[in-house]
C-alpha cells in the first residue's frame, strides 16, 4: 500500500491533479452551500452548460486557446455575463429563476455544439469534446494549476468573506437590507462567483459533472444541524476527500477521473446519510416533515 | 369622525419646521405607491417627532405594511418621499430597529438566535460568533426575557419566542427609532401582555421612537401617543389616540380581525 502510494506521489501529473482538484472542490463546496442555502442549486449545472456553450464561441472566434486553460480566461466573462443575465431574470420576475435557467442552459449548450462544428469545418485543429464535457484533471500541467487553484483560492476567499453577506442575504432578504446588506448586489455576485468556480472546476469534471461539486459537498453538511460556519468547513473537508478519495481511485481502476470523483462523493454522500440516521433516527433525515 | 381627526390625504399632519430638533423622526411626504396598476398608497403626509409611540392601524388591505417598507425604503415609493431622522431611508435604516411581521426567513437555513442578532451588529452573517457580539446578543435578549433562547436554532422556536428573538435584534444596536409590523402577531395572551408593557418601558425609558402596526385596541390605549387610522391605502385620521379612538369607525374596523395583507405583499420588497 505504501508502494501505491509513493508512486502516486512519484507521478508529477498525479500530484498536480490531486492538489488542483482538492483546492477546485474546496472552491467548489464553499459556493456550493451558499448556492444550496439560496435553493438555487441548478444554476451550478446551467453555468456550466452556458460555460460549454462559452468554450464553443471562442473556440469558433478562434481566441487564443492555444491550451486548454486559455478556455478559462477566453470564455469566463462571457460565463459571468450570462450568470449575470440569470440574476437579472430572476431579480425583475420576468420568469422564475429556475425557467430562465432552464432555458438558457439548452440553447447555450446548443451553441457550443454549433461553434464546435463550424470549427471543426472550417478546418481549425480540433477540440477535445470529452475533457470539455468530462474534465480532465489528469492532464493539468504546471500552467494549468496555477491558474486552477490561483482561481479556486480567490473564489474560496470571497466566499469566507464577502460571501457571509451572500449568506445573510439568502438567510432573510429583507432583515440583511436592514442591516446594511446590498442585496441585489449579493445576488449578482453570487451568479458570477457561481459562474467563475464553474470556469475554473471544468478541468476537474467537465460540463456534465461539475454542479455535481456545488450540490453534493453541500447537501451532506446540511444533513448535520450545524452552524453555517460548520457547514462550510464540513462540505470542504468533503470535497477536499472526495476530490483525493476519486482521483486515487481512477489513477488505480483505469477509469475517467472525473466519473470516479463524482461516484466517490456520492457513495460519501451516502454513507453521510446512513450515518446521521442511525444518530438521530431515521425518519428525521429522510421524512423531516413528516408526522411524528 | 370628528372634524379634528378627519383629514384629507394631501393634508400635512405637521409643518416641516415644527419640530424642536434639527430633523423629527420621520418626514414622509407625498408618498404614492401603485404596484401592477393597483393603487397601494395615495399621498400620504405624515411627520412623527421623537420619542413618539406611533400605533397604525386599519383594516386588511389598508396598505400599512406597504406604507412601513416604503418608510424603510425597502420599496421604492412611485412618489413623494421619506426622512428618517433627517436622512434617507438607506442611511438612515442604521439607527433602526425592525420586526417584520411575517417572518420570512429560510427555515432550513442553519441560523442560532445568537448568529441572527450577531449578523444584525456586523451585517454578515458570522461564521464565529465573537465574545462581544455574543455579550450583546445576551444582554438584548435578557431585556426582552428570552436569554434562555440565545444558543437556540430559530426553527426550533415558537411564535412569541421568535418575536423576542427578533425584538432583541432590533434593540441590538441601541436603535433610534424602533418599527414594529404587528409584533404581537403569534403571541399568546401573557406574552402580548408581557411585550407591550416592554415596548412602553422601552419607549419612555430610552426616549425611542417607536412605529407600530397593530390590531390591539388594549396596545393603543395602553401604549400610543400618536394614533394613524388608514383605509384604502389613504390616511383617514390622525392625531391623539382619545380623539382617534373616539370614532366608532376607527374602533370597528381597525381592531378586528388578523392582518392578512402582508401575504399580498410579502416578496415585493427592493433591496
Not at chain 2, 436622512?87 to 439607527?95: D, F, N, Q, V
Request: one cysteine or more; hydrophobic letters at 50%; a neutral charge.
Amino acid at each position: 500500500m505504501i508502494d501505491f502510494f509513493a508512486e502516486i506521489l512519484a507521478q508529477d501529473f498525479m500530484v498536480r491533479a490531486l492538489t488542483g482538484g482538492a483546492l477546485v472542490g474546496v472552491a467548489c463546496a464553499m459556493l456550493g452551500v451558499l448556492v444550496f442555502q439560496r435553493g438555487i442549486t441548478f444554476v451550478g449545472d446551467g453555468l456550466a452548460h452556458s460555460m460549454f456553450g462559452a468554450a464553443g464561441i471562442v473556440a469558433l472566434l478562434n481566441v487564443a486557446v492555444a491550451s486548454s486553460s486559455d478556455f478559462i480566461w477566453t470564455a469566463l466573462p462571457l460565463n459571468i455575463l450570462v450568470g449575470f443575465g440569470m440574476a437579472w431574470v430572476r431579480r425583475t420576475g420576468k420568469l422564475r429563476g429556475d425557467a430562465a435557467i432552464g432555458i438558457l442552459f439548452p440553447i447555450m449548450f446548443a451553441a457550443g455544439v454549433l461553434c464546435l462544428a463550424l470549427r471543426r469545418n472550417s478546418g481549425a485543429p480540433p477540440i477535445n469534446m470529452e475533457a470539455l464535457l468530462f474534465g480532465s484533471v489528469l492532464g493539468m500541467t504546471p500552467e494549468d494549476l496555477v491558474i486552477t487553484a490561483g482561481g479556486a483560492v480567490v473564489i474560496a476567499v470571497i466566499a469566507l468573506t464577502w460571501g457571509r453577506r451572500i449568506a445573510y442575504a439568502a438567510f432573510d432578504p429583507e432583515l440583511a437590507a436592514m442591516s446594511g446588506v446590498r442585496v441585489a448586489l449579493a445576488e449578482y455576485a453570487l451568479f458570477g462567483l457561481c459562474a467563475a468556480v464553474v470556469a475554473f472546476s471544468m478541468r476537474l469534471a467537465g460540463v456534465v459533472l461539475v454542479s455535481s461539486l456545488l450540490a453534493i459537498p453541500a447537501g451532506a453538511a446540511s444533513l448535520w444541524r450545524g452552524s453555517y460556519g460548520w457547514q462550510l468547513l464540513f462540505a470542504s473537508v468533503f470535497a477536499s476527500a472526495s476530490v483525493k478519495i476519486g482521483l486515487i481511485l481512477a489513477y488505480w481502476i483505469d477509469v475517467p477521473s472525473g466519473a470516479m470523483i463524482v461516484l466517490t462523493m456520492g457513495a460519501l454522500f451516502f454513507i453521510a446519510t446512513v450515518v446521521r440516521a442511525v444518530t438521530t433516527g431515521f425518519m428525521v433525515v429522510w421524512a423531516p416533515n413528516a408526522r411524528r | 369622525m370628528s372634524a379634528d381627526t378627519r383629514m384629507s390625504a394631501n393634508q400635512n399632519i405637521g409643518s416641516p419646521g415644527s419640530s424642536p430638533h434639527a430633523s423629527p423622526a420621520i418626514d414622509v411626504r407625498g408618498m404614492s405607491l401603485v404596484i401592477a396598476g393597483r393603487g397601494i398608497l395615495n399621498d400620504i403626509n405624515f411627520i412623527l417627532e421623537r420619542g413618539e409611540f406611533l400605533c397604525i392601524c386599519g383594516p386588511n388591505g389598508a396598505g400599512k405594511t406597504m406604507l412601513l417598507k416604503a418608510m424603510l425604503g425597502l420599496i421604492q415609493p412611485t412618489l413623494g418621499s421619506v426622512a428618517l431622522l433627517g436622512k434617507t431611508p438607506r442611511e438612515g435604516r442604521k439607527h433602526i430597529g425592525y420586526v417584520p411581521q411575517r417572518k420570512n426567513f429560510d427555515r432550513m437555513f442553519p441560523a442560532r438566535v445568537v448568529e441572527v442578532i450577531a449578523a444584525h451588529l456586523s451585517g454578515a452573517w458570522p461564521l464565529v460568533v465573537s465574545r462581544d457580539a455574543r455579550d450583546k446578543a445576551a444582554a438584548a435578549l435578557r431585556i426582552v426575557g428570552g436569554e434562555h433562547l440565545l444558543e437556540k436554532e430559530l426553527r426550533d422556536l415558537s411564535g412569541g419566542e421568535l418575536q423576542r428573538a427578533f425584538l432583541a435584534r432590533a434593540l441590538v444596536a441601541d436603535p433610534e427609532i424602533l418599527i414594529l409590523d404587528e409584533p404581537m402577531a403569534g403571541v399568546d395572551a401573557k406574552g402580548i401582555s408581557d411585550i407591550t408593557s416592554l415596548l412602553d418601558g422601552l419607549a419612555k425609558q430610552r426616549r425611542l421612537t417607536v412605529v407600530m402596526i397593530t390590531h390591539s385596541l388594549e396596545v393603543v390605549e395602553h401604549c400610543a401617543t400618536k394614533v394613524i387610522f388608514m383605509e384604502s391605502g389613504k390616511i383617514m385620521a390622525w392625531g391623539n389616540p382619545v380623539d382617534v379612538l373616539h370614532d366608532p369607525r376607527v374602533r370597528e374596523t381597525a381592531f378586528t380581525g388578523h392582518d392578512h395583507e402582508h401575504a399580498i405583499t410579502s416578496g415585493s420588497g427592493e433591496y
